[in-house]
């Protein structure tokens, strides 16, 4: 059974960082793309950052580009968002989404964790 | 890159259809087969429920349909069930940042 399990969310001050992860199970993790997805809260889904499956290729929403950094760990099954220079607007559950692998869809989800940002 | 366009609720009768429409532009739903569509119920994960305009994975039911003309893509639920209350958002996949557009998102309500 495929499982996706984020941690790291939390409160913190604007201008602050925050490194969020993405332990992965039940699915050979190194073969498959991953992309972090947010929602504001009672707002609609967002893409933020997306990573292929060996890793050398990221990419980003123009929005947290340059404050946040996409990254795993292979060896650990880990999806990896470290996010720095935190303002109020990225408040949000964050979710890690499973890429397939033939198409361009998410087909798993993360639970989500929770990233406030506020004074 | 824009949200694309949902109604923001649709509501329906318990054995009625529904459809949700998810318009776009050329530069996404209209420009590539790649829209998937995902149920959330709240507090939950979204969950994929038609990938490439009409696709079903396998557990969704078949009641659950897509379609796309032109612009604008299509979620249709027949036969709808009170447990099919949920949000729904489209999505396209895009060759240019930011790569996923994501719908505004439809509030479903089984009457």
């Known amino acids: 059974e495929v499982q996706l399990l984020e941690s790291g969310g939390g409160f913190v001050q604007p201008g602050g960082s925050l490194r969020l992860s993405c332990a992965a199970s039940?699915?050979?993790?190194?073969?498959?793309?991953m992309s972090w997805v947010r929602q504001a809260p009672g707002k609609g889904l967002e893409w933020i950052s997306g990573i292929t499956s060996s890793g050398g290729s990221t990419y980003y929403t123009d929005s947290v580009k340059g404050r946040f950094t996409i990254s795993r760990d292979n060896s650990k099954n880990t999806l990896y968002l470290q996010m720095n220079s935190l303002r109020a607007e990225d408040t949000a559950v964050y979710y890690c989404a499973k890429r397939h692998s033939t198409v361009t869809t998410f087909d798993y989800w993360g639970q989500g964790t929770l990233v406030t940002v506020s004074s | 890159q824009s949200a694309l366009t949902q109604p923001a609720s649709v509501s329906g009768s318990p054995g009625q259809s529904i459809t949700i429409s998810c318009t776009g532009t050329s530069s996404d739903v209209g420009g590539y087969n790649y829209v998937s569509w995902y149920q959330q119920h709240p507090g939950k994960a979204p969950k994929l429920m038609i990938y490439?305009?009409?696709n079903r994975p396998s557990g969704v039911p078949d009641r659950f349909s897509g379609s796309k003309s032109g612009n604008t893509a299509s979620l249709t639920i027949s036969g709808l069930q009170a447990e099919d209350e949920a949000d729904y958002y489209c999505?396209?996949?895009?060759?240019?940042?930011?790569?996923?557009?994501f719908g505004t998102g439809t509030k479903v309500t089984v009457l």
């Open positions: 999505s396209s996949y895009i060759t240019s940042s930011p790569l996923y557009v």
């Open positions: 039940g699915f050979t993790f190194s073969s498959y793309a």
């Open positions: 490439e305009v009409s």
